[in-house]
């Protein structure tokens, strides 16, 4: 059972465009919902993450927006840059709970930004 | 120099062998994350420890078996029950379990 649905499967944007990543949500006890990027050969790491009492958090070109009713979020790179090609995986965790915490990832978003 | 290393970065195995993927942190994290990835799909746990000499299972167990007899080392032993064993596998440590998890450069394990 897939619990964090991503899209698209890969995406092609221009140099300077918008990259828009979409991921939902059905666990609604979720409450940690981070955005790692992944280069080939290479470990994921953390690009910015959210919680629900935000609808929006910005660092520098990426912006999570995050839509709780709709259990959605989505990541925006502003000026999409061709270093910002990589594959980009939304994930979601339950921090509230006693009970161990482990991250639930989407299936992956391969980027290319075009020179 | 901190951080998390695995070993070796790309591993052969024939069918029917058990092999042993290493995983040693510097950052002095209590939490262990072992993962699998396949193409197309995100990440899949298969163990994690939140400390020394304990570990539980995640979504994806069966055929797989850990240890975490020290804070710095987690490493994962694939078994010849795994039916499909083929995959990149990351190892990731947490300082604890509702904290950022920081992934190793993972061990691409082809069995032929």
């Known amino acids: 059972q897939q619990q964090v649905k991503q899209s698209p499967q890969s995406l092609i944007v221009q140099k300077g465009g918008i990259s828009i990543i979409n991921c939902a949500y059905e666990?609604?006890?979720?409450?940690?919902f981070p955005w790692y990027q992944q280069f080939p050969g290479k470990g994921p790491a953390l690009l910015i993450a959210?919680?629900?009492?935000?609808s929006e958090k910005k660092e520098g070109r990426f912006t999570i927006s995050f839509n709780k009713s709709a259990k959605q979020f989505s990541l925006h790179i502003m000026d999409s840059q061709p270093g910002d090609s990589a594959t980009y995986f939304c994930?979601?965790?339950?921090?509230?709970?006693?009970?161990?915490?482990?991250?639930?990832f989407g299936s992956g978003t391969q980027l290319t930004v075009l020179p | 120099d901190g951080g998390i290393t695995q070993s070796p970065k790309y591993l052969f195995r024939k069918e029917g062998q058990n092999v042993t993927l290493s995983c040693e942190q510097n950052?002095?994290?209590?939490?262990m994350y072992w993962y699998r990835q396949d193409p197309g799909q995100g990440l899949r746990l298969i163990y994690y420890?939140?400390?020394?000499?304990?570990?539980q299972k995640g979504d994806i167990a069966e055929g797989y078996s850990v240890s975490r007899e020290k804070k710095e080392s987690f490493p994962l032993t694939v078994t010849s029950a795994q039916k499909n064993p083929t995959a990149f596998y990351l190892c990731?440590?947490?300082?604890?379990?509702?904290?950022?998890?920081?992934f190793g450069p993972g061990t691409r394990l082809t069995v032929l």
């Open positions: 990731a440590s947490s300082t604890r379990a509702d904290h950022e998890q920081f």
């Open positions: 666990n609604t006890a979720f409450d940690y």
């Open positions: 959210i919680r629900p009492d935000v």
């Open positions: 994930a979601a965790r339950q921090d509230s709970s006693g009970s161990a915490r482990q991250l639930t």
């Open positions: 950052l002095n994290h209590d939490a």
């Open positions: 420890s939140q400390i020394v000499n304990d570990f």
